[in-house]
């Protein structure tokens, strides 16, 4: 009679934490990265009242005699499935499509290391990408080539980052040559040189052809003028030239069969000279010279036609059609101020910079581990690695079983209230009915008290 009473006040307790699990689950059903618990019973121990018997002469074996003395708690285990997406627009915001937890920490040394799911990040006055208790987001920097590297830091959107500028160094003419007319004309597009400032260079096309060669053009330098047409910068030996003198042939269908040479591609750059001086005009009108302070292309050289590059000269055409030639910078731009950031599904945090050019500006850093139900919670949505969830596998998102990022939104709890509210009722039931051993067992030793009478 005691058994029974002490194995129904077992089963009233392990009933009470299952509801503690599920209170706790039910209570975090909009929390971010949220996972939930799930608990399971085990029985405790039996009374062997009679041990199991051998089969002897012409008698079968017995089965053992057992009395279970109660229930207690098999496991408590985390659930680590992925909880479903809530759409927010805000670029700081992240969730893992996958596999893997945030790195965050809250040493300068990055040694106290913590893990989650929750990616409602936001930015500190320092640029800095934090939880909202501050923990600082950790991933991989960038060098100065903005090349991704294997050095750990925080993620830092710096808002006074700025972008350094570029000079062109290539430009590729692309369109048609009116092969029905036979008129000199010009065209011309804006390069940058290493300052980031802007100039207008002029080329002029002129017919040549012959009775042999029908289809020959000239391509020759015109002028060429800083954008507010302030500075002139001279043609020639003293300024900017053509590599060498430029013959453009096209064969019976239209298309490039001879640059430099006849059939042949020859290489054709735009050539400025080391130190070069512009030219302007001074307040009395007079020429003056001015040192520009500044490179052109890549050592001082704009490619404008490479043989190995076909699509340096694939895009020229001369058809009996209307002439749309145009040259056109391929690269090059001013320096710009960042307006705005994005991150991708890889994780990498870019910059967008007023001049509409992108830098990397770090790699948000993933973790894994072998066993994540081995994880402990800390509260504040924070894990730590144990001894049985192994160590920290870290890694970059989309790749090595990593899952990808998702900006602009977050994973939300991964409780299932349907789910939840069934096992709310078992575990009910269950108390209940373990209630109703006691009060049945007191009622035997009611009736026992009162055999005395």
Do not use: C
């Amino acid at each position: 009679m005691m058994r029974s009473m002490y194995s129904a006040v077992s089963g009233l307790r392990v009933h009470q934490t299952k509801m503690d699990v599920i209170g706790n689950n039910i209570a975090n059903v909009n929390t971010v990265g949220y996972k939930k618990g799930q608990m399971t019973f085990q029985e405790v121990f039996s009374q062997v009242i009679r041990g199991a018997g051998a089969p002897q002469g012409g008698k079968g074996g017995t089965n053992p005699q057992q009395i279970g003395l109660g229930v207690g708690i098999g496991s408590i285990n985390t659930i680590h499935t992925k909880g479903p997406t809530q759409t927010t627009d805000n670029p700081t915001d992240l969730m893992i499509d996958g596999e893997g937890f945030f790195v965050v920490t809250d040493d300068t040394n990055y040694e106290n290391k913590y893990y989650t799911r929750a990616g409602n990040f936001t930015l500190d006055k320092a640029g800095n990408l934090v939880t909202p208790d501050g923990f600082k987001v950790l991933g991989y920097k960038v060098d100065e080539n903005e090349n991704i590297t294997d050095e750990i830091g925080p993620i830092v959107i710096n808002r006074s980052e700025t972008k350094a500028p570029t000079a062109t160094n290539k430009i590729q003419f692309r369109g048609n040559l009116d092969s029905r007319n036979d008129e000199t004309f010009t065209t011309d597009t804006v390069i940058k040189d290493s300052l980031g400032n802007s100039y207008l260079v002029k080329f002029e096309f002129k017919k040549t052809g012959t009775e042999t060669a029908p289809n020959k053009w000239t391509m020759s330098l015109g002028e060429i003028k800083s954008e507010d047409g302030k500075i002139t910068i001279p043609v020639g030996d003293d300024g900017a030239k053509l590599e060498k003198e430029v013959t453009i042939e096209f064969d019976e269908k239209g298309k490039i069969s001879g640059i430099g040479e006849a059939g042949k591609i020859n290489e054709i750059n735009l050539i400025f000279k080391d130190g070069i001086e512009g030219v302007t005009k001074s307040k009395d009108g007079n020429d003056e010279k001015v040192k520009l302070g500044a490179t052109f292309g890549k050592d001082n050289k704009i490619t404008i036609f490479n043989p190995d590059d076909k699509d340096s000269y694939n895009k020229l055409t001369q058809y009996a059609n209307d002439r749309d030639i145009k040259p056109y910078a391929e690269n090059g731009n001013s320096s710009g101020k960042i307006e705005g950031f994005s991150i991708d599904p890889s994780g990498i945090v870019s910059g967008i910079f007023t001049n509409g050019e992108r830098k990397a500006l770090g790699q948000v850093m993933l973790a894994k581990f072998d066993n994540p139900m081995g994880l402990q919670k800390l509260g504040n949505n924070f894990f730590v690695d144990t001894r049985n969830s192994g160590e920290a596998q870290l890694g970059k998102p989309g790749i090595s079983g990593f899952g990808a990022t998702k900006s602009g939104s977050l994973e939300m709890s991964n409780v299932d209230l349907s789910m939840e509210f069934t096992e709310m009722i078992t575990t009910q039931r269950g108390f209940q009915a373990n209630s109703r051993i006691i009060t049945a067992s007191d009622e035997m030793l009611q009736e026992l008290v009162n055999m005395k009478r």
